[in-house]
């Protein structure tokens, strides 16, 4: 949340090791969204109310700013019910220290209701009429639910009698997140506006699949329900913020900046053993800003401006041409710890594939079809944390196909099958489809590159792939970056700017008052 002009960033978090478990909510702040100080757990099992846990939830800012947590405890019957936490000073410009009142739980589940799957309460909005609501995410039997309820004053809750939405054959729904999108221009809105000039936001992780989607919808407030617009799957095709090593994601509306913030969470690939060895597993994606696409029917997303800072030294590569089978190192930065933007050029589109319909999984055709597959236009993209002799690499790329009615489909693919030559690491080939206009024939690729994490955002934020990659040549100083190109047509590097990136402050744990 952003209160007085900090961030606050509340995350699960075990202090006792590298595994799950030991549940509390880590508090850290920032006034960058970059550089984080780390303060005390704001909230650790201690009522009867969260004795046996303290799950996800969110952040709400009342009336007279004043901030509320909701979360999910285990009670001592292990059953899943909503709880809420107020600071106990806010003259304290960094809120270090949370109560948990005596009348919680505000929310218990009903007797119908499955008690091991009721979790993960969203940021509160407020109707015209005055009363709060709220979404949780439950389950009934394979259909995943958005339970709503309402209160007049955040304190006594009712459940509404219909839930806000619901999806058959989705299992469980966790961590879900509602809000509204201006159908207009890039800024953000706070949760509670509504009106013809917004759309709203569904998202769901689920539980089955470790992996997001979400729709884009309108909320008809007269009877407290969403309705997805048909323009894209209800479902685990659905759209997906991050087709890669993403889950458990939240929004909140940044007041400062009048921008909606999109958080992460990048779990591992890696094996437990590995994490305890390692001291530590799972990480924040970089914060994303997130705003509708001028299509009205996807979500476009781009890291924060505040990343920009960290940017320093840079090189260029311009009007470079790529025949097929060629490579150009990008040197002189630190491949290991860079930020990467570049656009390519397609003069033509004649050398197309032809599209299957029957490819409707984007990650099974890249796996098909990877970095090595010569195609007609394409794979073309970079080839991040690389060793000198392409022992090891994470190829970020483009492949164009030609569909019917003179159509093209892009697909694009960040594959960890040869990131590493370590064994028994989950190396899959993640892949989404871009919805992009290629009349210009151009297709830009953006990738942040982290040791162990490689962010893209391909078309301006069209469609985003995280991967987790565990590299044992290409680290640190041995770590290399290319551009490359594999496909029949040539393709232009019209334009690649490359930065080594400075560390942040992370974890940082003095703080004087």
Known sequence: MYYNGIYHLFYQYNPKGAVWGNIVWAHSISKDLVNWVALDPAIYPSKPFDINGCWSGSATIL????????????????????????????????????????????????????????RDPTTGWIGPDGHWRMVVGSRRKHRGMAYLYRSRDFLNWVKAKHPLHSAPKTGMWECPDFY??????????????????????????????????????????????????????????????????YYASKTFFDAGKHRRILWGWANESDTPKNDIAKGWAGIQTIPRSVWLDSSKKQLVQWPIDELNTLRGKSVEVNHRNLHKGDFIEVKGITAAQADVEVTFTIPSLEKAEKFDPSWVNAQDLCGQKGSTVQGGIGPFGLLTLASEHLEEYTPVFFRVFKAENDKHVVLMCSDARSSSLKEGLYRPAFAGFVDVDLSHGKLSLRSLIDHSVVESFGAGGKTCITSRVYPTLAVFEKAHLFAFNNGAEAVTVDKLTAWSMKSPEMNKVHIAD
């Not at 003259?91 to 799957?117: F, G, Q």
């Open 63 to 118: 009336p007279g700013n004043k901030p509320v947590i909701l979360y999910t405890g285990l009670d001592p019957q292990n059953r899943q019910v909503q709880n809420y936490a107020v600071p106990a000073n806010l003259s304290d410009p960094y809120l270090r220290e949370w109560i948990k009142p005596d009348n919680n739980p505000l929310v218990v589940p009903t007797p119908d209701m499955n008690s091991s799957a009721f």
């Open 180 to 245: 509204p999108v201006a159908v207009h221009g890039r800024h953000g809105l706070d949760t509670s506006v509504m009106g013809e000039h917004v759309k709203h936001v569904m998202k769901v992780s689920l539980d089955l699949t470790r992996f997001e989607y979400y729709t884009v919808g309108k909320y008809y407030l007269d009877r407290d329900r969403y309705v997805p617009d048909n323009t894209s799957e209800d479902g685990w095709g659905g759209l997906r913020y991050d087709y890669g090593n």
